[in-house]
């Protein structure tokens, strides 16, 4: 079973990590780290198979803290989770980092959303295994798809309401809705179920 270390800046949304591996099977395989000194005691303790980042942690210079971390645990996959300059993404990828997953912004729960479906990727056998849950499209209007569509790429309101030409209001209104038809609690479940029931891919 691969292991997934990620590190975030709050309680809380460590906390909503577990809570979402949990719902996708893989709890056994994920921890949570706060802070970049216990990312460095807990890849000393043990080999991890990727190391997933909220970008904030790894500022003021990503490049030198992928670095870091590759000198230090060379097997371990680094994925930069947040929003990043393009060019800076390169430059992380090139100082030997996996990959960097767009998502996030300033929201909170966005990001926690996009770290979920980085360790959909990075743990896609385990997740596979999973029974499905079927979800039927048919409750969802079009528009809420898309916003479920938007949220599954790790955007956020605000994000999803420029690139459908809606408020952000009207995306937060949609979410709602869509919740609801879902049985979920917030982003992360949201996402978590359209997964597992086939909605997004």
């Known amino acids: 079973m691969k292991n997934v270390l990620v590190c975030v800046r709050t309680p809380d949304a460590a906390a909503r990590i577990s809570k979402?591996?949990?719902r996708m099977g893989v709890a056994q395989a994920v921890?949570?780290?706060?802070?970049?000194?216990?990312?460095?005691?807990?890849?000393?303790?043990?080999?991890?198979?990727?190391?997933l980042?909220?970008?904030?942690?790894?500022?003021?210079?990503?490049v030198q803290f992928t670095r870091n971390i590759l000198a230090r645990s060379p097997r371990t996959g680094v994925v930069l989770v947040g929003t990043v300059d393009p060019r800076l993404a390169a430059m992380v990828v090139a100082a030997g980092a996996r990959g960097v997953i767009r998502g996030g912004g300033t929201e909170s729960e966005d990001l926690v959303v996009a770290?979920?479906?980085?360790?959909m990727l990075v743990c896609p056998g385990q997740t596979g295994e999973l029974p499905r849950q079927r979800v039927s499209p048919r409750?969802?209007?079009?528009r809420e798809m898309q916003v479920l569509r938007g949220m599954s790429q790790g955007k956020s309101n605000a994000e999803i309401g420029r690139d459908l030409f809606v408020s952000e209001d009207t995306v937060k209104t949609h979410a709602r809705r869509l919740f609801r038809k879902l049985g979920a609690r917030d982003r992360a479940h949201a996402?978590?179920?359209?997964?597992?029931g086939g909605l997004v891919h």
Do not use: K, Y
Not at 33 to 51: C, G, K
Not at 191 to 196: P, Q, S, T
């Open 115 to 119: 770290l979920s479906q980085a360790i």
């Open 139 to 142: 409750g969802l209007t079009e």
């Open 20 to 22: 979402c591996a949990s």
């Open 53 to 62: 980042v909220d970008v904030g942690m790894a500022r003021p210079d990503p």
């Open 191 to 196: 996402v978590a179920e359209a997964f597992r």
């Open 31 to 51: 921890r949570t780290v706060l802070t970049t000194e216990e990312i460095h005691t807990r890849l000393a303790a043990q080999p991890f198979d990727s190391l």
